[in-house]
């Protein structure tokens, strides 16, 4: 299926959406934010699905926000820039604050906002050739997105400076080498790693890959004991789910565990 700057598609439980304005290799649209936010919300509550793609069309991921709609801004009151900005971070909100594992598939280029997109995403598989840019100081902007607190988790404050001072692009293999890529596969394969990816934890223990995506989110702000009793009432919470009484005998029956999304996916193909 398909919106004009946004086509999802459903393969088992695993919901894949494009981003696609090719000529613009990309460029962010409120159109855009608005689909996608709308997808991602249905997903959220949405059972039959166990995890989400992210990718761009025609072998580019997103080169962030149109240079034509931002030059065009200048002339907008506050109020609408305020409102196209906050339609930007309510999508990055919900994909932080959505139980299912988000993976970024990245080819070509992710600059500006579109960086901020796939430091968003839970998981990031990118093409060998991949560059992730902070892009926003080449044109005289600042970052939005959450790229500056997705980047200073992960790398040190110095190199984060120098991203956003500079706009350099810095290569996939860097950022795998640091860490805040996961996977760096062949030119024009991430997506098929992505999806394979994401098919094994939509078939796994979605209520737990949940819970678990909650407690990495809250431990970047809370204390030691806050983070405790999250944890503790969580693994409580999950041992009432039947995803634990699946696993628990399975293990003990030394066989791969059936748990409810994988189950039900065996029904639906066969």
Known sequence: ???????????????????????????????????????????THDDDIGAIVITGADGNFCSGGNINRLLESLDMSHARRQKSVDALHRWIKAIRA??????????????????????????????????????YVKIGLNPDGGSTAFLNRGLPPQLVAELCFFGDPIGAERLHQLGVVNKTVSKGTALDEALAWAARLANGPTAAIGRAKSLISASRHNSLEAQLDMEARLIIEARDHPEAAEGLKAFLEKRKPDFPGAVKAAREDS
């Open 1 to 43: 299926m398909s919106g004009k700057t946004l086509l999802w598609e459903r393969q088992g439980r695993v919901l894949t959406l494009t981003l696609n304005d090719p000529a613009t290799r990309n460029s962010l649209s409120v159109e855009m934010y608005e689909t996608s936010l709308e997808m991602i919300m249905a997903a």
């Open 98 to 135: 959505c139980p299912k594992p988000i993976i970024a598939a990245v080819e070509g280029s992710a600059a500006g906002a579109g960086c901020s997109l796939a430091l968003a995403c839970d998981l990031i598989v990118a093409a060998e050739e991949a560059r992730f840019v902070v892009a």
